[in-house]
């Protein structure tokens, strides 16, 4: 959100400093707030804007995803549990497991969410391919690793990968089923 006192009054497209441009300085948050401002100033934009958006949206690459969720899910090391297991005022005592697997789902959430929003917007084929590279990057945590918080909860991975595979029937997400049992033998039962 955007407060009113962050709003620019003047200077509008001018340089900061040594010619860095003032939109490369901006965060994700600031340059929404400036396509917002554009495309409402200048409507012709919205068709162009539409369209790149849509192509942006449209691209999925199963490979790249896969390795982000693993990559997210095996880069919380346990000292992540000093926060939140144990006893916590006002909830009580918290299992590690417990603990593991809610900062887990916390990191693995808006992987999910994209997943709902590809298919939301009707991109079949993109949300095809973020589900097969979430379920792969899960498959590749299915060991949890020592030193994790993959450690504390092994059946995680298998656990989460049924959750995505009832959401892509759930969404009418048509997997595709054979590809991943080559590439996911082990899960074979979770695939039928």
């Known amino acids: 959100m955007i407060f009113r006192s962050e709003r620019p009054r003047a200077n509008r ?3 900061v400093g040594d010619k860095r441009s003032a939109l490369d300085a901006l965060s994700a948050g600031e340059k929404a707030a400036v396509l917002d401002e ?3 100033a200048r409507p012709d934009l919205r068709q162009p804007a539409e369209a790149y958006a849509a192509q942006l949206l449209s691209g999925a690459d199963r490979s790249a995803v896969a390795g982000d969720v693993a990559d997210a899910l095996q880069g919380l090391g346990v000292e992540e ?4 297991a144990g006893y916590r005022p ?5 299992h590690p497991a417990e603990a593991a697997d809610e900062i887990l ?26 589900a097969t590279g979430i ?3 899960l498959y590749n945590c ?23 595979v009832s959401d892509c029937a759930r969404l009418g997400i048509e997997l595709p ?15 039928h």
């Open 13 to 15: 497209g001018t340089q």
């Open 38 to 40: 554009l495309l409402a």
């Open 81 to 84: 549990l000093n926060t939140r």
């Open 90 to 94: 006002g909830r009580g005592y918290v």
């Open 105 to 130: 789902d916390e990191v693995l959430q808006p992987f999910l969410d994209d997943l709902q929003r590809r298919a939301g917007l009707g991109m079949r084929s993109a949300a095809v391919e973020l």
């Open 135 to 137: 379920l792969l990057g």
């Open 142 to 164: 299915r060991h949890g690793n020592s030193e994790t918080l993959l450690e504390y909860c092994p059946d995680y991975a298998a656990e989460r990968a049924s959750g995505v």
């Open 177 to 191: 089923a054979v590809e991943l049992l080559d590439l996911m033998p082990e899960w074979s039962a979770l695939l």
